[in-house]
C-alpha cells in the first residue's frame, strides 16, 4: 500500500512490532517536518556519489528527506515527469529504535541483495538508524518498504555520514559518522567507522578517529597516503569540514578499515585551509585532471566563499597531491552558502556546483546558485573558472541540495532538489541543459 499522507510508525502490541499507518493532514506534515537533508536514488551520475537503485523498482528516480523537527524520514516516488506533491510515504523509528532529531542521510546497499538501503544520523540519539529495504518477490528490485530500523551507537551529536567500501573493492560496504562533540571548545570530534558484515549487520562497537574542532561533513575519496605525500594509493579516505578550524581535515585510511587519525587545534598536520566556518563539503574532479578535488561552503553568517582544494594530477600518472586552498569562489556579500552538490548543469561534461544560500538579508538571500565550469585557463589544469548564476529557491532557508534525473520521461538533463528548512518545504528545479536560465521552483510538502 502507498498512501500519500501516511506516517508509518512502528508500535509493539502484546509484545509484537507491527506497523501502523496514521494519516496526516498536508498543514500538520509540513509544519511538523522541518527538512534538512537530501538523498536520490539514484543521484546523477555528474554528483559521483555512489549509484543505487531507485526504490520501489520502477527504474526512476526517487528522492530521500530527512525531517529534522518530526523526527521523519519521508520517501518520494518518481513518477517520470517529476515528483507528487506529498509523500509516496514516510518512515519513522520503533520504540526500541527512535529516530531522534535525524540530520544526516546516505543511500547504498548494506546487505548486498541489490535493493537500496537508508541510513540515517540521529543528532540526539547518538545513533545511526539503518533501514533495510524489501524486495519484490515478483519483480526482484526493491518494493518501497523498508524492516524497522535498526539503531546503531556512535558518541554523540552525530551529523554527517557516508559509505564507502573502506577495507577495500568486493568488501561489504561499510559506515563513516561524524561526532560533533563541541558543546565546548576544547573538546575534539570523532568519526565513527562501523565496518558493515555484508548482512545489513555492523561491527559494535563503532572505531573512532579524532578528527579536530567543530566536525560537520564528511566525504569519502582517495586522498593519498600521508599529510605529506599524498600519493593516490587506490584505498579510501575520508575529508571532514573542520567549522571551528577554517579548515578540512583527512584521515587515511589504510584499506583494513582503520584511518590516521588528527591532531588538536595545534596541529596542522592533515588539514588544509578552508576558510571560516566550513559545513558543507563536495567531491568532484572540477578540472578534470583525473584527481578528486573537494570543494567546502563556508556557512558563518556574512561570509560569502567558497574554498576549492584541488587534487593535483598529471595526467596519466595515477597519482596526485591535494593542494591547499586553491581556489576561492565569492558569492554576494552576506550569502552564507548552506549546502551545495556537484551537478553538470549543461551538459558540457564539465562538473559545475548548485549552493543554496540562506543569508538573512541582501540579494542572495533564499537563492539557489549556479557556479557553472568554465574550464581551466591555468597552466597544468590548476585553475577553474565559474560563472554565476542565482535563482530564487522557491523557500526559505535553504539548507540542502541534491541532484538526479527527476523527469526522465522528459528528458536526460539533470535536475535539482533543495530542501527548505525555514518554511518546510522542498523545491524541484527541472534542468533546461542550458545552465543560463533559473527554472521556475515546484514546490512539494515533506
Same mark, same amino acid.
Given at each position: ?33 522541518? $527538512? ?9 551520475? %555528474? ?54 532529531? #535525524?540530520?544526516?542521510?546516505? =543511500? ?23 533501514? =533495510? ?7 526482484? !528490485? ?29 568488501? #561489504? ?21 562501523? =565496518? ?29 597516503? %600521508? ?19 577554517? %579548515? ?29 566556518? #566550513? ?5 568532484? @574532479? ?23 582544494? !584541488?587534487?593535483?594530477?598529471? $595526467? ?20 552564507? $552558502? ?5 551537478? @553538470? ?17 541582501? #540579494? ?51 535536475? !535539482? ?9 522542498? %523545491? ?19
Amino acid at each position: 500500500m502507498v498512501c500519500a499522507l501516511c506516517n508509518i510508525q512502528y508500535r509493539r502490541i502484546n509484545g509484537v512490532v507491527i506497523a501502523v499507518a496514521l494519516l496526516l493532514s498536508a498543514s500538520a506534515a509540513r509544519a511538523a517536518s522541518r $527538512p534538512v537533508a537530501l538523498a536520490a536514488a539514484p543521484p546523477a551520475a %555528474s554528483t559521483g556519489l555512489p549509484p543505487v537503485p531507485d526504490l520501489n523498482g520502477d527504474g526512476i528516480p526517487d528522492l530521500v528527506v530527512v525531517n529534522s523537527d518530526s523526527s521523519r524520514i519521508s520517501l518520494f516516488f518518481g513518477t517520470g515527469t517529476g515528483l507528487p506533491s506529498t509523500p509516496s510515504a514516510t518512515l519513522t523509528g520503533t520504540p526500541t529504535n527512535p529516530l531522534s532529531t #535525524p540530520r544526516g542521510v546516505a =543511500l547504498g546497499d548494506f546487505n548486498g541483495d541489490g535493493v537500496t538501503d537508508i541510513a540515517v544520523t540521529n543528532f540526539r540519539g547518538a545513533t545511526v538508524s539503518v533501514f =533495510l529495504g524489501h524486495k519484490s518477490m515478483i519483480t526482484n !528490485l526493491g518494493d518501497g518498504t523498508f524492516a524497522p530500523p535498526t539503531n546503531l551507537p556512535v558518541i554523540a551529536r552525530p551529523l554527517g555520514v557516508a559509505v564507502g567500501r573502506f577495507r577495500g573493492p568486493g568488501q #561489504p560496504l561499510d559506515l563513516a559518522v561524524v561526532n560533533n562533540l563541541n558543546g565546548r571548545r576544547t573538546r575534539i570530534g570523532r568519526v565513527s567507522i562501523l =565496518l558493515g558484515n555484508g548482512d545489513g549487520t555492523f561491527e559494535l562497537p563503532a572505531s573512532n578517529v579524532t578528527v579536530g574542532l567543530g566536525p560537520r561533513n564528511l566525504v569519502v575519496g582517495d586522498f593519498g597516503t %600521508s599529510a605529506t605525500d599524498n600519493t593516490r594509493d587506490g584505498k579510501l579516505d575520508i575529508a571532514v569540514s573542520l567549522f571551528k578550524e577554517a %579548515s578540512v581535515g583527512l584521515l587515511f585510511g589504510d584499506g583494513t578499515g582503520f584511518f590516521t587519525p588528527l591532531g588538536d587545534l595545534n596541529d596542522r598536520t592533515g588539514k588544509y585551509f578552508a576558510s571560516t566556518g #566550513p559545513d558543507a563539503i563536495v567531491l568532484g @574532479d572540477f578540472n578534470f585532471d583525473g584527481c578528486d578535488d573537494i570543494f567546502t561552503a563556508n556557512s558563518r553568517l556574512g561570509e560569502n566563499n567558497l574554498i576549492l582544494n !584541488l587534487g593535483f594530477c598529471n $595526467p596519466p600518472a595515477s597519482f596526485g597531491s591535494l593542494l591547499g586552498a586553491s581556489e576561492e569562489a565569492n558569492l554576494q556579500r552576506g550569502s552564507h $552558502p548552506a549546502g551545495m552538490t556537484p551537478v @553538470d548543469l549543461n551538459g558540457d561534461g564539465k562538473l559545475d556546483l548548485a549552493v543554496t544560500t540562506a543569508g538573512r538579508n541582501g #540579494p542572495n538571500k533564499n537563492k539557489l546558485v549556479y557556479l557553472v565550469n568554465q574550464g581551466h585557463p591555468g597552466p597544468m589544469f590548476s585553475f577553474v573558472t565559474f560563472a554565476q548564476l542565482s535563482c530564487p529557491a522557491g523557500g526559505t532557508a535553504p539548507v540542502a541540495a541534491v541532484a538526479a534525473q527527476l523527469n526522465p520521461s522528459v528528458d536526460s538533463v539533470d535536475d !535539482l532538489a533543495v530542501a527548505n528548512r525555514g518554511n518546510n518545504t522542498v %523545491s524541484l528545479f527541472l534542468g533546461d541543459g542550458s545552465g543560463t536560465t533559473c527554472p521556475t521552483p515546484i514546490v512539494i510538502q515533506p
